[in-house]
């Protein structure tokens, strides 16, 4: 039961964004999520470097096995701002290095 009622806590929130993307872009505001994955922020640095095979655990599943520094995330979330993603609506970015592809 754990594995199914965690599957609905993370399928919530993505059909909710469909629904909420249906709705508001009608009106003209874009819904977009930005599904980022483990980024190397100072607090998982700290995590990481108190053994080394912590760092492994947060790479495993990614096809890129590494992770995202902050400025990743952050370039990601300038483009969904800008002008160049208009016609970007009612989908998920993923910044996880391919972790949703494994």
């Known amino acids: 039961m754990p594995v199914i009622a965690s599957g609905l806590g993370q399928a919530c929130p993505l059909v909710q964004q469909k629904v909420v993307a249906v709705v508001y872009g009608a009106h003209g505001i874009r819904v977009i999520s930005l599904v980022v994955g483990t980024a190397r922020t100072e607090m998982v640095s700290a995590v990481v ?3 080394p095979v ?3 655990v947060f790479v495993v599943r990614r096809i890129q096995r590494r992770m995202a520094g902050p400025r990743v995330v952050a370039e990601a979330a300038l483009w969904l701002l800008s002008d160049r993603s208009l016609f970007a609506a009612g ?3 993923a910044v996880g290095g ?3 592809a494994v």
């Open 49 to 51: 470097g108190s053994g």
């Open 54 to 56: 912590l760092g492994e």
């Open 91 to 93: 989908a998920r970015v």
């Open 98 to 100: 391919g972790f949703l």
